[in-house]
């Protein structure tokens, strides 16, 4: 589908340069002209952009000034409904400056296809114990899994704070919907280090989706998969080439992990991208999910 909304910078980091640096200047020049207490309001810099693949039936049930409560159905999972909040507020100047705020913009195709694709597989999740990393303010497949399989736990992560805090609100919103899955959400960055007690080989299944072309925290990245994965767990990724950086996470992630790459995972998915190719803003490089798979090496 396409919409009329925002776009963000980051989307064009590595396939339009150019429109990303006229956007990024926009920015600047609002930032340095005097007043850094002025809000960059999202849609102060929009294009037209490709947003969803319409995996979902998504209704808009209320809206208020920094948000919308969205509620997602599919009839993959008998009565699976999933209350979302997405935070529509302006972009303050000091957010842009401070932590990566790239999960606050809007809930990328590779989540929703992440998304999707877990609740395809929800009888793979029984009794697993399952953390969603680089979740955004959404985590959608995270709390799509809490609501709509009999995983035993599912941690719902973002190292951005502001996303913390809406994957909280939303955690208690969607309460009455877990069934027996225990669902905690909390605030986990990157890092090379072991982890403390309880997430240290805590969990069977790892996702994440969209956090690959992050030249600076893929190292960690790779080490926070490897230290959060039971020796014998799966990560889970789905995200789009993104010029080199699908290929380079992987070069680096094959040091400690078996790899499993698969572009054509699902027969509805590959329609609509196939179908959504006619279109001038659908762009394969950064819109079109690839599956990554990896189990740990022993080391
Ligand atoms: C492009 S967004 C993807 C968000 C979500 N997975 C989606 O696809 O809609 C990348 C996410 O990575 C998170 N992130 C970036 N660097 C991080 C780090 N060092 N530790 C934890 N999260 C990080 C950001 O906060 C952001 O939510």
């Known amino acids: 589908m396409i919409s009329d909304e925002t776009d963000h910078i980051s989307s064009c980091i590595v396939s339009k340069p150019r429109i990303a640096r006229q956007r990024w200047s926009l920015l600047a020049q609002i930032i340095s002209n005097g007043d850094r207490r002025k809000d960059v309001c999202k849609n102060v810099i929009s294009i037209r952009r490709f947003e969803t693949f319409g995996l979902f039936r998504v209704d808009v049930i209320s809206e208020e000034e920094e948000c919308k409560w969205w509620e997602y159905k599919t009839d993959l999972i008998n009565n699976f409904t999933l209350i979302v909040r997405q935070l529509c507020g302006c972009l303050k100047a000091d957010k842009l400056q401070g932590f990566n705020n790239t999960g606050n913009v809007c809930i990328w195709p590779a989540e929703e296809i992440m998304s999707y694709y877990c609740l395809l597989n929800a009888a793979y999740f ?8 680089g979740g955004g303010m959404s985590c959608l497949a995270g709390f799509s899994i809490a609501v709509g399989t009999e995983a035993q736990q599912v941690q719902i992560t973002d190292g951005n704070e502001d996303s913390v805090k809406n994957l909280e ?29 309880n997430l240290q080989e805590n969990f069977d299944i790892v996702l994440c989706s ?90």
């Open 210 to 299: 969209d956090c690959l072309f992050f030249e600076e925290g893929r190292k960690d990245l790779i080490k926070s998969m490897y230290n959060l994965l039971k020796p014998q767990g799966e990560v889970i990724i789905f995200a789009p080439r993104r010029g080199e950086t699908f290929n380079n996470f992987m070069q680096l992630a094959q040091e400690i992990f078996h790899t499993e790459i698969k572009t054509n995972y699902n027969t509805t998915i590959w329609q609509l991208h196939s179908k959504f190719k006619e279109d001038s803003l659908y762009d394969e490089n950064i819109h079109y999910p690839i599956l990554l798979k990896m189990k740990k090496k022993d080391i």
């Open 169 to 197: 609100i939303m955690r208690e919103r969607n309460k009455e919907n877990y069934g027996e899955t225990q669902v905690e959400s909390s605030l986990f960055r990157w890092g090379p280090d072991k982890l403390e007690g």
């Open 126 to 133: 029984r009794n697993k114990s399952v953390i969603e990393i």
